[in-house]
């Protein structure tokens, strides 16, 4: 059974920081990508940040170059998105993905991803 837990969101005001957890099991964690993915309200949901852990290859959205950063443990089945100088616009749920890459690169579509997790929510007051 494939299971996503993310963790660590929460309220925080802008400019400070948060870290998010994706524990995975229930797959082979090193031949997967995963991905952070967020959805604000009224809007769609987008890739922020996504990782292969075979090669440690990663993928930013514009939006979040600099600021936030994503890393693998592979021994713990664990990626993290470490989010700095956190601004109101980050506001959103925050979901974590996995997908079983087949093309060049790290896949940062929506579509492009299996398996999904549960939301967590972050709120960055102004």
């Known amino acids: 059974d494939v299971q996503l837990q993310a963790s660590g969101g929460g309220l925080v005001q802008a400019g400070g920081s948060l870290r998010l957890s994706c524990a995975a099991s229930g797959f082979t964690f090193d031949d997967y990508a995963i991905g952070w993915f967020r959805q604000a309200p009224g809007k769609e949901r987008e890739g922020v940040s996504c990782i292969s852990s075979s090669d440690g290859s990663t993928y930013y959205a514009d939006s979040v170059k600099g600021r936030f950063t994503i890393s693998s443990d592979n021994a713990k089945n664990t990626v993290y998105l470490q989010m700095n100088s956190l601004k109101p616009e980050d506001t959103a749920v925050y979901y974590c993905?996995?997908?079983?890459?087949?093309?060049?690169?790290?896949?940062?579509?929506?579509?492009?991803?299996?398996?999904w997790g549960q939301g967590t929510l972050v709120t960055v007051s102004s």
């Open positions: 993905a996995a997908a079983d890459p087949t093309g060049v690169g790290v896949p940062f579509q929506v579509y492009e991803y299996d398996y």
